[in-house]
């Protein structure tokens, strides 16, 4: 069963005053399985918060479905939305309410019954128990983003959803915000965060979707896509003209770059750097350079977000 499913899902915001269209999601199809740690990565105006608000019940989509916890969002918006919670990106606040007075009016918005509310432990989990009884506009911005995790969570929903979560938080903070993620997740709730630090997609997600332009680009296990990573590329100079790969070299992943060079493809759990240099020597040929290329994480993500999908 998956927690979220999304099919065909698209966006236009119409131009107001004479402005263009603005396509922000262009046919989003995403399954996002119950228990997992899911990642949605991207730069910034690839469609990730569009995506998330329509979850959220805060902007409408133009065409497409989605469904939260199996139930469809047109057609059972009720126990759609409480099987989510989401803590946005905007840190948009009744400047006036308490952090404990906001949690208790989200929890009668659920229809929490008061024996069943846990506005203390959430306040406590988030670090903001000293704070319960201030006023939400002398809270810093880093204690913003917690009530509003607390905020998303009165309800106990099974799926939370994260937009760009550490914006603005330090790093101690930081790090207490993920061990609470962590914590929760363990305890079974499916979590979805967006974010463009891809270190922390990386360390904290099981599966990761790169979105860009209102496209997914990809969508895989993060190990899987780590893989990719292992990817070095071997550039040898030869003194002398070639006209084909070297025989000594067809083995691995070559191809002639020029008159003099060759560039090797190594994936390293298969090859090595030696094992291309044993054999560059068997070509009897003179190597006047060698060089290497380095795969990251961040290659990937921009040989990904790049020369795909410009149009709007
Ligand atoms: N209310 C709106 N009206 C018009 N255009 C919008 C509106 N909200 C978002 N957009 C546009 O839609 C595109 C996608 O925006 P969105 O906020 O979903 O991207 P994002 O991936 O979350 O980026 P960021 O990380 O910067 O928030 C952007 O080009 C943005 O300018």
Redesign the pocket.
């Known amino acids: 069963m998956t927690a979220i499913e999304i099919k065909g899902l698209t966006?236009i915001?119409?131009?107001?005053g004479g402005a263009p269209d603005?396509?922000?999601?262009k046919g989003i199809d995403l399954e996002i399985p119950r228990g997992s740690m899911f990642g949605l990565l991207?730069?910034?105006?690839?469609?990730?918060?569009?995506?998330?608000?329509i979850l959220a019940g805060l902007?409408n989509k133009t065409s497409g479905s989605a469904k939260i916890w199996g139930f469809d969002v047109d057609e059972n918006p009720r126990n759609a939305r409480v099987n989510i919670g989401v803590v946005p990106?905007e840190l948009l606040f009744d400047a006036f309410f308490t952090p404990r007075e906001m949690l208790e009016v989200q929890a009668g918005m659920y229809g929490v019954p008061k024996a069943e509310r846990r506005t203390e432990e959430l306040l406590k989990a988030v670090h903001l128990f000293d704070k319960a009884d201030a006023y939400s506009r002398s809270l810093s911005g880093g204690m913003k983003r917690r009530l509003l995790l607390a905020k998303a969570l009165v309800h106990n929903p099974p799926v939370l959803v994260l937009?760009?979560p550490t914006a603005g938080v330090d790093i101690e903070l930081r790090q207490q915000l993920w061990d609470y993620v962590r914590e929760l997740h363990a305890r079974g709730t499916t979590v979805v965060l967006?974010t463009?630090y891809l270190e922390e997609a990386q360390e904290l997600c099981d599966t990761i979707a790169i979105?860009n332009h209102?496209e997914v680009v990809c969508c895989e296990p993060t190990a899987q896509l780590l893989k990719r990573i292992d990817e070095k590329e071997v550039i040898i100079q030869f003194t002398e003209t070639l006209s084909a790969v070297p025989a000594p070299l067809m083995h691995f992943n070559a191809v002639l770059k020029g008159e003099h060079q060759i560039a090797v493809q190594i994936n390293q759990k298969d090859a090595n750097v030696g094992a291309v240099l044993a054999a560059v020597q068997q070509t009897g040929l003179t190597i006047n350079d060698i060089s290497t290329n380095e795969t990251d994480l961040e290659d990937i993500f921009l040989q990904l977000t790049s020369n795909k999908g410009k149009a709007?």
């Open positions: 966006k915001y119409k131009g107001k603005k396509h922000a999601i991207g730069p910034n105006g690839a469609g990730k918060s569009t995506t998330i608000n902007v990106q937009d760009e967006t463009h979105i209102g709007a």
